[in-house]
């Protein structure tokens, strides 16, 4: 009887156990089927909204049918509220040699279509081969993201909901437009897409069609993709005369009140209170408008910084980036004898 009685309770306790786990299977079903239905529907208010700003239905049934929630964007996305690399370790991750190496290379190899551009533009070639280098390591890391799939994303997370929606809009115009395919229209992350990295309010309002095939193809074509950079830096402001900036020092009694990004005074000023270039080039011989920097505090590294340094910040609005897309172009340029000024 005892053994019946305890083979009974033990029978029981499984059939409870079974029953327990079944209704968990079950209900975590019902909620991935709930929370698909809730982004389906989600979703289906991101289109009308899209198709009430003109984007065509045949480009949204193409874009949007089968778009998938991306969970490694939003792991991409958090890691950015991190503390950033300190400054010395950010240079040495973007400046390699094997990155200037590769850069003296493309700029000869591209050396016909960069100077044609220059001619267009107004911007020296070497800088356009550091942003290139900077931004996708000469096109080898150009992001294998769905833009449209990260973008969806970070939209229905929520974090920056308002800025990636209108991204949105510019990247199904982009395909409205016929620039890319759905498949080809890839990109970071965070959706910045092709050989130089440009968000899609970016490609709208900077790519341009160089090669004249139709298409502004910023994934594929060195034409388009080097043209459309080269635009985006004339139309913020690049000079051709100038160079970005270069290291300098001062002597004890120079007032560092003064050194501040904001605070502007011409060149001839600075080199009147003492103000010395570090690394044996002379300043330029323009009298730029400039303002100094020590991106790493009163005891690092003090740089001069002139108006071309501000166009690369409005590129990318960080200090390390500008530094490093400066310092990569005066290495990669030195290889062909350019006058860094
Ligand atoms: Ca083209």
Do not use: C
């Not at 529907?41 to 009430?52: G, H, Q």
């Not at 115009?173 to 395919?181: F, K």
């Not at 009694?253 to 502007?264: A, G, Q, V």
């Not at 570090?278 to 011989?285: I, T």
């Amino acid at each position: 009887m005892k053994i019946s009685a305890h083979f009974h309770r033990v029978l029981l306790l499984i059939s409870t156990v079974v029953i327990l786990s079944l209704s968990l299977v079950y209900s975590s079903i019902s909620m991935a089927v709930a929370s698909e239905s809730s982004f389906r529907s989600w979703l289906a208010t991101v289109e009308s909204k899209a198709l009430s700003s003109g984007i065509s239905l045949n480009t949204l049934k193409t874009a949007l049918s089968s778009v998938e929630l991306e969970p490694r964007v939003i792991e991409l996305d958090r890691r950015q509220l991190e503390p950033p690399l300190p400054l010395d370790q950010y240079l040495s991750r973007v400046i390699t040699k094997d990155r200037v190496l590769v850069g003296r290379k493309k700029l000869i190899e591209n050396r016909i279509l960069l100077d044609s551009i220059a001619v267009r533009y107004g911007v020296q070639p070497r800088f356009l081969v550091a942003l290139w280098g900077a931004e996708t390591d000469f096109g080898r890391v150009t992001g294998s993201f769905q833009v449209i799939d990260s973008l969806i994303t970070l939209i229905y997370d929520g974090r920056r909901g308002t800025f990636f929606r209108k991204e949105l809009i510019h990247a199904l115009r982009i395909l409205d437009e016929g620039h890319v395919s759905i498949d080809e229209m890839k990109g970071s992350w965070a959706g910045a897409m092709g050989q130089l990295q440009f968000m899609p309010s970016t490609f709208r309002r900077f790519a341009v069609d160089f090669n004249d095939d139709g298409r502004k193809d910023i994934w594929k074509s060195h034409e388009d993709a080097f043209a459309s950079a080269a635009n985006y830096l004339s139309q913020s402001g690049w000079n051709y005369d100038q160079t970005w900036g270069q290291e300098v020092f001062f002597p004890e009694e120079f007032d560092r009140t003064s050194i501040r990004f904001k605070h502007r005074k011409r060149l001839s000023e600075w080199k009147a209170l003492g103000l010395r270039p570090l690394d044996g080039r002379n300043f330029p011989s323009k009298d730029f408008i400039s303002s100094i920097i020590q991106p790493n505090g009163a005891a690092g590294q003090a740089f001069l910084v002139y108006g071309n340094y501000r166009v690369i910040l409005r590129w990318n609005r960080s200090h390390r980036f500008a530094l490093s897309v400066g310092m990569l172009s005066d290495l990669i340029g030195q290889s062909v004898g350019i006058l860094l000024e």
